[in-house]
């Protein structure tokens, strides 16, 4: 194979993507059987396999059973916004976002101790093993579910404190910022790093996603003069949802 020139099966499925993005093949169509693909494109049944695998991969396929492969419908991506940019009020950015009149999301959450692990130890600048409140959230929109997070607070800053569980008590929902000043901790400095991979199963069978597909992570932590407070992943279907950024200019 020289230089520049791609296997059969990704031409193929190369060529069956253009037709799904044009148009030629409109969602809920039926994808061309494995004998039409051999037939019309003059390969073997190995690259047929191969190039439909690939679209499935991609999600642009679904496999019906006993009915075949068909196109799936292509949602339109919605934004979820992220700011540094916080009310005097207080309150998370999902309910920043949901606080302009037409937002139609609801959570749900649920917060435990638990043992920190290697890595999230590593996030917070704490040892492996110790003792950590972590709060699983789910997020909806028009009841379809758009978000999962998992945060992680060191209970040596937040335990036997009136904020220790992050949604009850008096400062309940209101966000990391100002739950911590509640207790003297002052957040001056939050990070979050962008990364995409495979969603896990347990995460697609909640988001509505099938397997393969990809989801965006953004990890979060929030640092107070330098020492790390809370930290954060949220898990975001990357087929129906653009994170957008907006910072301040100081």
Known sequence: MTFGEQPAYLRVAGDLRK?????QLPPH???????????????????????????????????RSGSGTYVRERPV???????GYRPTGGATPFRQEQADGEGRGTWESSSEQ???????????????????????YLFREGGEVMMLSTSWEPLSVTGRTPVMLPEEGPLGGMGVVERMRAIDVIVDNVAEEVGARPGLAEELLVLGGVPGHVVLVVSRTFYASGRPVETADVVIPADRYRVAYHLPVK
């Open 29 to 63: 169509t039926r994808l061309p059987s494995q004998a039409r693909i051999r037939q019309e494109y003059g390969v073997s049944d190995t690259v047929a396999l191969e190039a439909r695998k690939v679209l499935m991969a991609e999600g642009l396929v679904e496999g």
């Open 114 to 136: 638990a043992e920190a692990s290697v890595a999230v130890a590593e996030r917070l600048d704490i040892e492996p093993g110790e003792r950590v409140m972590c709060t699983k």
């Open 77 to 83: 991506p919605r934004r979820i916004s992220r700011s």
């Open 19 to 23: 037709k799904i993005v044009d148009g």
